[in-house]
């Protein structure tokens, strides 16, 4: 093994002394540390393995639809149906859309269960014991939807009143 030459030694020590690099290693650590310690780590893991399993579920059963589907299309196209291999193509198409994007939806449904639980059963009854509170109120028209948001506070007011416009009615 060649050794490197002072001038590549000298970049190499102070690439590795730098702060940013020793800043960034340290920041690594502490989160490995931390993620480990917490279980986050776990958790992580185990989302990602599970979904990583709900795509390669997903992307055997289009490896199945797409070499079914090839099948009719090569019969159709020999019989001389462009239109019908079209067809059959193009829903093919919409089915393996549908079932490449299920793994995504079902860890966004999941993510969002997740942090549904994360709230304690006293955090849920205060708000919907705010949500009782409040009730529902009757809104017929822009002049009482802004009088709400005034009862709800100044961010809602800043955030949400309507306001006229002559020329589409009440915007935002």
Request: aromatic share 8%.
């Given at each position: 093994?060649?050794?490197?030459?002072?001038?590549?030694?000298?970049?190499?020590?102070?690439?590795?002394?730098?702060?940013?690099?020793?800043?960034?290693?340290?920041?690594?650590?502490?989160?490995?540390?931390?993620?480990?310690?917490?279980?986050?780590?776990?958790?992580?893991?185990?989302?990602?393995?599970?979904?990583?399993?709900?795509?390669?579920?997903?992307?055997?059963?289009?490896?199945?639809?797409?070499?079914?589907?090839?099948?009719?299309?090569?019969?159709?196209?020999?019989?001389?149906?462009?239109?019908?291999?079209?067809?059959?193509?193009?829903?093919?198409?919409?089915?393996?859309?549908?079932?490449?994007?299920?793994?995504?939806?079902?860890?966004?449904?999941?993510?969002?269960?997740?942090?549904?639980?994360?709230?304690?059963?006293e955090e849920l009854e205060l708000y919907r014991n705010c949500c009782a509170e409040f009730g529902v109120r009757e809104c017929p028209d822009e002049e009482a939807f802004n009088q709400i948001l005034k009862?709800?506070?100044?961010?809602?007011?800043?955030?949400?009143?309507?306001?006229?416009?002559?020329?589409?009615?009440?915007?935002?």
């Amino acid at each position: 093994m060649r050794r490197p030459t002072p001038k590549a030694a000298c970049v190499n020590s102070s690439a590795i002394a730098s702060p940013a690099f020793i800043v960034g290693a340290a920041l690594a650590v502490l989160v490995g540390v931390v993620w480990n310690l917490t279980g986050a780590w776990k958790i992580c893991s185990d989302a990602v393995s599970g979904l990583a399993g709900d795509f390669r579920t997903a992307f055997a059963a289009i490896k199945d639809v797409v070499g079914k589907t090839w099948e009719v299309i090569k019969i159709a196209l020999a019989s001389g149906d462009l239109a019908g291999a079209a067809k059959v193509g193009l829903a093919a198409l919409k089915v393996v859309w549908l079932q490449g994007v299920f793994p995504l939806k079902k860890a966004w449904l999941e993510l969002n269960r997740s942090m549904e639980m994360d709230s304690s059963e006293e955090e849920l009854e205060l708000y919907r014991n705010c949500c009782a509170e409040f009730g529902v109120r009757e809104c017929p028209d822009e002049e009482a939807f802004n009088q709400i948001l005034k009862v709800l506070g100044e961010e809602a007011v800043e955030n949400a009143t309507l306001y006229p416009d002559e020329d589409e009615g009440m915007t935002m």
